[in-house]
């Protein structure tokens, strides 16, 4: 994600601060600032690596990643109705597990998933303005297609 011009706030420890009244940062703790393990390459400074532009002190959070293994028992939200909430501090944040599995581009899927809750920050709900869409067809009677 950074070589996408994604910055690193930190790497396996994050220090969460609550700011009032419902603020919540994360940031790195100074020993392992700017560091970051690459399995297979060891730990590397991406500040030094990539320059200055590619880290962040502190970043106001918005939503919370899991990235859980993929199961084929387990029910996942494919639609975007299923509002998981996780506290955090007392403040409560957006939750997405999105199941993982080889051949998935994880910085693609937490890309989008990033993208997708800007626009919700904003008022615009992709998976509701589809629901609505979807019912309008369903009655005015028309046949769903590809092009419709």
Known sequence: MIT?????ISDDIVLIKRMPPATIFGMAIDVIKYHMEVRGLGIINVK???GITAVREKKHMDIVVELVAWSPDEGYDRLGFDVRKYDLLGVELPHLRIPVSPGRSVATIVEVAARNQILKIMGYDSALAFHKQLNHAIGKGKKLNKTT
């Open 48 to 50: 030094d690596i990539f």
């Open 4 to 8: 996408r011009g994604y910055r690193l």
